[in-house]
Nanobody, 125 residues
Framework: QVQLVESGGGLVQAGGSLRLSCAASGRAFSSYAMGWFRQAPGKEREVVAA????????YYAESVKGRFTISRDNAKNTVSLQMNSLKPEDTAVYYCAADPYSGTYSVTPHQYSYWGQGTQVTVSS
């Protein structure tokens, strides 16, 4: 069983920055692909960014490329999402997810077996 706990959400003005963190339990974290997803009211959950088990490969949704950066620290069992130049359309609940069965990342939610509880990000205009 893997437990994921997100932190770092909040309210920020457009153009501002936030850093989300996800702490994971389990000894095999370094073998998991990890992803950040978000879900806005009335919309489907969508991938924001994903990272392979060793951090060598990353993926970003087109809407966040150049503004968001995903990273991981396998020694600390954490994955982070640095969000810069935030826009009102980035407002959503952000979720951390773990895929313990594949070291490479996936962009589809159903590939991920474990999810955090979510953290709210609100960007005001």
């Amino acid at each position: 069983q893997v437990q994921l706990v997100e932190s770092g959400g909040g309210l920020v003005q457009a153009g501002g920055s936030l850093r989300l963190s996800c702490a994971a339990s389990g000894r095999a974290f370094s073998s998991y692909a990890m992803g950040w997803f978000r879900q806005a009211p009335g919309k489907e959950r969508e991938v924001v960014a994903a990272i392979s088990y060793n951090g060598a490969r990353t993926y970003y949704a087109e809407s966040v490329k150049g503004r968001f950066t995903i990273s991981r620290d396998n020694a600390k069992n954490t994955v982070s999402l640095q969000m810069n130049s935030l826009k009102p359309e980035d407002t959503a609940v952000y979720y951390c997810a773990a895929d313990p069965y594949s070291g490479t990342y996936s962009v589809t939610p159903h590939q991920y077996s474990y999810w955090g509880q979510g953290t709210q990000v609100t960007v005001s205009s």
